[in-house]
């Protein structure tokens, strides 16, 4: 179980890597392609629409292979799709690389989230916020090697290239230990009927948790950077500031985040980290300077980080004899919340004022408040006297 918990942990740390590393190059690539501003947002949006459809298929794959399977072929395969997005030159050659990229990011989101929440099950106790926290470190590292490329005017192909050369063995080699939990028999828990049969009507709440929660992300990697230097006056250098404190924050509060479920339970660090991404929006929206804007991330990186987890962790417990479908179903408002978050923000700041378009997703978060009973089914629950003895952990 050990062993199962730190390979599936550095599949995670390797996505971060790979996919900070295509978002923070689109630049790059847009030049390389010759890609022009009013189609690159057609390409932009093709990865999570397609990734969406990936995480449809993995539901139905599952049921026939495990998990484990599924992303020890998805995770290679979204490293190659990196490094093919890298060594093209013709607009064909990104389409397609893109496009696989997108599905198996998708198969290999849902099957991560799926290998996560049956080993929470077998552990009996909240370890899906370490296993995001390895993405946020991952997330930092590829940003950072990104940044090295653009320092040094790599081309995307010799920059990708060392890393996948390093990652996609690490990834093979690690695939050897997934690993998962022993599945509940279906309505055997006494979760009221719901482990078995998929009730979309209860799982909705978490969708839109979900949704929410990305909105909120999607805003804060796309727009910080303009809201600082355009809406706060910041130099263009303290601009890139806010999204690398974002993503430190990010990584602490879910390295520290699975002992505050453990302690307080689910809904309660569901319900602060609503209030504090919310008061964050809030700070941001209305800064008189560029530091008490950066204080604002500073305080979303805190809130946001601790809800997605959770909600894939409640999914599992909602519905424990179908958690991999549930889970593949609940990844989806993933990437809907994504395509969403930025659009929304821009059209509100060009119509509005970006001052007031931060206000939205405040909201937004705030909704989360409403359902977070649903991060508690019966039964299930961590922390606060629900936890396992002990004697019982298993690493």
Known sequence: ????????????????????????R?????????ISDGLLPAFLAAVPILAGVGS??????????????????????????????????????VAVALGVFGLAVGALDASMNMLGVSLQRAYGRSIMLGFHAAFS??????????WVGARWELSLFV???????????AALVGSRWYTEGKRPEPGGDGSGGAGGALSFKLLLPLCLVMCFAYIGDSTVSNWSAKYLQDVLGSSEQLA?????VYMVTTLLGRAVGDHGVRRFGAVAVVRAGSLLAAGGFAVVAVAPGAWVGMAGFTLLGLGLCVIVPQTFAAAGRLFPGN???????????????FLVGSPLVGVLGDAWSYRGAMLVPMVLVLVTLV???????????????????RTADVG
């Open 26 to 34: 689109i630049p790059a690539l847009q030049d390389q392609y010759g």
């Open 56 to 93: 449809v298929l993995t539901e139905k794959v599952v049921t026939r292979v495990r998990p484990g399977t599924v992303l020890r072929w998805a995770q290679p395969l979204v490293l190659l799709a990196l490094l093919g997005a890298g060594a093209g030159r013709e607009m064909w050659q």
């Open 323 to 337: 958690s991999d479908a549930a889970v593949a179903r609940l990844n989806i408002f993933n990437y809907v919340g």
């Open 1 to 24: 179980m050990r062993r199962g918990r730190i390979a599936l942990a550095l599949s995670f740390g390797v996505q971060g890597v790979a996919f900070a590393l295509l978002v923070t």
């Open 240 to 244: 890139t500031v806010p999204y690398n």
């Open 371 to 389: 359902y977070a009973r649903s991060f508690a089914a019966e039964g299930a629950r961590y922390g606060g006297g629900h936890e396992r003895p």
């Open 137 to 146: 470190l991952g997330g930092i590292v590829g940003a950072s090697l990104a």
């Open 159 to 169: 920059s990708y290239l060392p890393v996948v050369a390093v990652l996609l063995p």
